[in-house]
């Protein structure tokens, strides 16, 4: 899907998901298909602490990042704030380590 939007889409600038599975691979495809993304809903995903990373890195334009009450990396993670800081709205309240987020689906197989 992300492939297409890379291709026909080329003013795309947002992805809002939520109660999914952001695994390594939807992350890097993420950063590949759409690295100009400014706006980024992730509400109660799971993502591991590497996918997020890889996004905080990849995704140099975003604007808004919100991944609140996710699961897989803790809120309080000091390398996570520091590569969030110049997103001029970062939001990971709720988020932590262990069970829970995200759901059945998976995001990008």
Wanted: glycine share 12%; aromatic share 6%.
């Amino acid at each position: 899907m992300l492939e297409h939007v890379k291709e026909k889409c080329k003013s795309f600038c947002g992805l809002n998901v939520c109660d999914v599975d952001i695994g390594k691979k939807a992350a890097l495809a993420i950063v590949k298909f759409v690295l100009k993304i400014k706006y980024l809903w992730l509400r109660r995903v799971r993502i591991g602490r590497q996918g997020l990373i890889t996004l905080l890195q990849g995704c140099k334009d975003l604007e808004l990042l919100d991944v609140r009450e996710g699961c897989g990396f803790d809120e309080e993670d000091e390398e996570i704030a520091k590569l969030a800081a110049s997103i001029p709205k970062f939001m990971c309240e709720g988020s932590r380590v262990g069970q829970g987020g995200g759901g059945q689906r998976v995001l990008y197989g």
